[in-house]
């Protein structure tokens, strides 16, 4: 099965001929679909976008938001370009979002964490709390009359949060105007006597700090971010037509971290409190999204299964049953250059893995890894490799600088199912400029811990989370 296997060298050489005529290659085998051995891309594609070039595109699917990359020029949020993290910050925050999540499973699976203390990334504020934070964002309209506020999206995530007047503690620099509740008509603050105060307790292992008259939250994330303040209902709007009454969110009086300049985040995690379950009657449990490819084009998040693409295909949404609240995914192979890499399903099956809208590195098995890398590294031995960064999670970097073109080996992963997905081109690297392009991969420590299908390989798919249906569905080309 498959395409011919080729030496390394044939077959660069091979490509760069097939390439002048093609962008893509591809290889037929019997009764299958098509899959691409190889892409070739403008290494000024992979680079740091200086403009936005589709956020004025209009939605035509229903119900849904527009996505952006929180720090790129499609997002409102760094219009001055100050306090734009590096590259090498967000990959440090993205490791603390990863050790939080490996904690809270080893933690919900009665494992021990065996956390190492002397790792540069601080460990989680608060073990076994919600983590951290993502780099994608949409704006919703909150309270009467609604007010805009451009929020990250986060499927780790379970309640919704916002900065909230008077900021009684503490709020951080936000680009919106910062959400107050007495301007709101439909606002109501949660008693500490209501059944859904008690419900936010049992969903979240915390005891709620009853003030006087309100219902507490106090979430700590990860990378020590942390949002403490009073849960409250008010009207949300995702679209002029979604219109959310009474919609049960945190209102922030001490707020402080890596959120950046959004006014908060939007939880759609697999949990009681989620956006996803407070909308069950509506859109029963049924989101999808496509993260853009660049942070100079959108993507969308849409509610309800009105947009989904023909072309989807789903595999098996797994529950992870002492850790209800991650979508479970499981895979079962990785293809480089069209071939299937020669990794054992135990190696996958032993730790399982999951999918998450705020890892921007997915993270799998050692061995997956490495067969993944080698791989990957005998198929682009024509372009001479870069030093990383000696701290960095990455370990396979090239420089580009002197092409203008590079030809990559496709890379598709197979989940339950024999549901096989090409990766885009965009989803291979994590570029921090033209000399330091790094395979966007890294291999877990412990045989133990759990995969994780993270964003940057997500990009440009249409990811259809149906929750109901027990199902997650992918397709290519999502965001057109
Ligand atoms: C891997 O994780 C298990 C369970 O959490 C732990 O007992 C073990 O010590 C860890 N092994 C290594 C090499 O860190
Ligand atoms: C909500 O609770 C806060 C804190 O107790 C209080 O200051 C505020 O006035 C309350 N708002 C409403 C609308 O009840
Ligand atoms: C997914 O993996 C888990 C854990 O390895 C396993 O229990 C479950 O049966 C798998 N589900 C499917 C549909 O393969
Ligand atoms: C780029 O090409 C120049 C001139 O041939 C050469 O000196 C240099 O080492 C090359 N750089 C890399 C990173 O290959
Ligand atoms: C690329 O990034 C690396 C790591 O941040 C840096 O050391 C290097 O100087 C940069 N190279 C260029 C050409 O900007």
């Keep these: 099965m498959g395409a011919n296997i080729v030496s390394p060298t044939l077959l660069s050489a091979y490509l760069a001929v097939v390439c002048l005529v093609f962008t893509l290659k591809e ?56 306090n734009i993290p590096t590259h090498a910050q967000i990959l440090l925050q993205d490791e603390a979002r990863v050790k939080s999540i490996h904690s809270k499973l080893a933690k919900d699976l009665g494992r021990s964490t065996n956390l190492d203390q002397t790792d540069a990334v601080s460990l989680p504020a608060k073990d076994g709390s919600v983590i951290g934070v993502g780099n994608y964002v949409v704006t919703v309209g909150l309270g009467t009359p609604k007010k805009d506020l451009t929020l990250i999206f986060d499927t780790g995530s379970h309640i919704t949060w916002t900065q909230c007047q008077p900021c009684a503690t503490s709020c951080y620099k936000q680009q919106d105007p910062i959400f107050n509740p007495s301007l709101s008509s439909t606002y109501s603050n949660i008693s500490c006597t209501s059944p859904t105060c008690s419900s936010f307790t049992s969903a979240t292992n915390n005891t709620p700090e009853c003030t006087s008259t309100a219902c507490a939250y106090d979430i ?54 989620s956006l996803t379950w407070q909308t069950a009657s509506k859109y029963n449990k049924f989101f999808s999204y496509c993260l853009p490819s ?56 032993a730790a399982g893995a999951i999918i998450d809208s705020g890892t921007v590195i997915t993270r799998l098995p050692r061995k997956a890894y490495l067969a993944l890398r080698s791989e990957f590294r005998k198929l682009m031995s024509q372009y001479p490799m870069a030093q990383p960064d000696s701290k960095s999670i990455l370990d396979t970097c090239y420089d580009f600088s002197n092409f203008s073109s590079v030809t990559l080996p496709a890379i598709s992963f197979t989940f339950s199912g024999s549901v096989e997905v090409q990766l885009d081109a965009t989803g291979v690297f994590y570029v921090n400029n033209i000399s330091l392009a790094c395979l ?10 759990f995969g994780i299908f993270g964003n940057t390989q997500q990009k440009t798919l249409q990811v259809v989370y149906d929750v109901a249906g027990g199902k997650l569905g992918f397709a290519t080309g999502g965001c057109t």
């Excluded at 849409?302 to 850790?323: D, L």
């Excluded at 299937?340 to 135990?346: F, G, N, R």
């Design 220 to 273: 700590h994330y990860g990378d020590e971010s942390f949002s403490v303040g009073i849960l409250a209902k008010d009207k949300l709007t995702l679209t002029p037509t979604d219109v959310i009454k009474d919609f049960l969110f945190g209102c922030g009086q001490n707020n402080q971290g890596f959120i950046g300049r959004a006014a908060g985040l939007i939880g759609l995690s697999r949990d009681k409190l």
């Design 440 to 449: 966007a991969f890294a291999g877990n420590k412990n045989v133990t811990d």
């Design 27 to 82: 290889g037929y085998a019997f009764g299958r679909t098509p899959t691409v051995e190889s892409y070739t891309i403008q290494v000024s594609s992979l680079l740091r976008c200086s403009s936005c070039t589709s956020a004025t595109k209009a939605l035509d699917k229903k119900s849904s938001l527009q996505v952006v990359d929180k720090h790129g020029p499609c997002s409102q949020l760094y219009q001055d370009k100050a």
């Design 294 to 349: 660049s942070c100079s084009s959108t993507g969308f998040l849409s509610f309800g299964n009105g947009g989904v693409s023909k072309s989807v295909k789903f595999t098996t949404m797994s529950t992870i049953s002492q850790s209800p609240s991650f979508y479970g995914i499981n895979i079962t192979g990785i293809s480089v250059g069209g071939q299937k890499l020669p990794i054992s399903a135990s190696v996958f099956s």
